[in-house]
């Protein structure tokens, strides 16, 4: 009698099963954060496919919100927090609820590659810009991309002066609704900036451009202050971006910006720079007035004698304010006393020299 012999055909059923390589069964831990395929929904409880040996189950106090149950249907691909790796029935338990984080990180950058708008809630100020709750996620939108309708009087006056008053003035966007765009995103760092600017700016990226082209040296612009820091003002001129540092809001020494305009001010400037990388402009407030120092040297001969105010106390003597942006120097040696900052003295004009702005005093000739 012959031995029997096994015969595979080529395309039998067990052939193409035993020449197929083993599926792999996805093993999950607590904490993992899957992807899986609705396999059905009820009231009490939803089931996902997850590719492992068996389903997952969300009950009804993990789903999360109800709009977002309303979305899934059978075949639908949704997250899933792992809670437990497997329960007494042998199913996968998972969480909707506890996997929101990570879906809203996942939709954010969709949304950055999209180039999509959003709508987000102000939470509150925090350095410099305002906390927004994005998609459940705390999105930062910095002052400069505001768009500029915050800016105007009736809205408030941001940006007037110390951090303090600067997150009080801003108090009255908390709890408001802002359309923008995501323009930097970073999960490992928690990072999410946004800007509002940029999702209801009137003017498109081309049109920006083409003005930042067309704005030449010298030119004369109007805008609007959208910021007053302690280093200058920031300005917006329809569309266009640049500042107007401490030192070129006035001829005499500034303090603090805040004291010249506030935000939501009109403001007319002039360009004295152009940063071709950043498309920001350098402005000038007080080249557009009239410059003291070029009337110096008429209006205050050597042997004049005149009056002003201390203004500053230096190792070497004592400025004396003549007027706005015009201040003289008795040097220590000049002086017959100590002088005190604020005090009114009476000198005279012993030198000087417009071009370089320099005005030299003395009390000694003053009193002989």
């Avoid at 059923?13 to 993992?32: W, Y």
């Avoid at 120092?293 to 304010?321: L, M």
């Amino acid at each position: 009698m012959s031995k029997a012999r096994k015969i595979f055909k080529k395309d039998s059923v067990m052939n193409r099963l035993l020449g197929d390589s083993v599926i792999e069964v996805k093993q999950f831990a607590q904490g993992d954060v899957v992807e899986g395929i609705v396999v059905s929904v009820t009231a009490k409880e939803v089931l996902l496919d997850v590719g492992a040996k068996s389903e997952g189950v969300i009950l009804s106090d993990e789903i999360g919100s109800d709009d977002y149950v309303k979305n899934l249907v059978p075949g639908t691909r949704a997250l899933a927090y792992v809670v437990q790796a497997e329960n007494d029935q042998g199913y996968i338990v998972l969480s909707f609820k506890r996997a929101q984080k990570e879906r809203s990180w996942r939709d954010a950058e969709v949304s950055f590659k999209d180039d999509a708008i959003l709508e987000v809630e102000v939470i509150e100020y925090n350095k410099g810009g305002l906390l927004v709750d994005c998609m459940g996620l705390r999105g930062f939108v910095p002052l400069s991309h505001l768009d500029r309708v915050h800016f105007t009087e009736d809205v408030g006056k941001f940006a007037a002066g110390s951090e303090a008053e600067l997150k009080e003035s801003l108090e009255v966007l908390s709890g408001k609704k802002l359309k923008v765009k995501v323009i930097e995103i970073d999960q490992e760092k928690n990072r999410l900036v946004l800007s509002e600017k940029d999702a209801v700016s009137t003017y498109s990226e081309d049109v920006r451009q083409e003005r930042f082209e067309s704005v030449k040296m010298g030119d004369l612009l109007n805008g609007v202050v959208t910021g007053v820091m302690p280093f200058g003002l920031f300005v917006d001129m329809e569309g266009l971006e640049g500042l107007v540092h401490i030192s070129e809001i006035a001829w005499e020494k500034v303090s603090h910006p805040g004291n010249y305009f506030q935000v939501g001010s009109s403001i007319q400037v002039k360009v004295i720079g152009k940063d071709d990388i950043s498309k920001k402009l350098a402005l000038s407030v007080k080249q557009l007035m009239n410059n003291p120092w070029e009337t110096a040297e008429a209006k205050y001969p050597v042997g004049t004698v005149v009056k002003g105010k201390v203004s500053k106390i230096v190792p070497f003597g004592a400025f004396v304010n003549l007027e706005k942006g015009l201040d003289g120097l008795i040097h220590v040696s000049e002086a017959t006393r100590p002088l005190i900052d604020g005090e009114e003295v009476e000198a005279t004009v012993t030198n000087v020299d417009g071009a370089n702005q320099k005005l030299a005093l003395s009390m000694r000739t003053a009193e002989k």
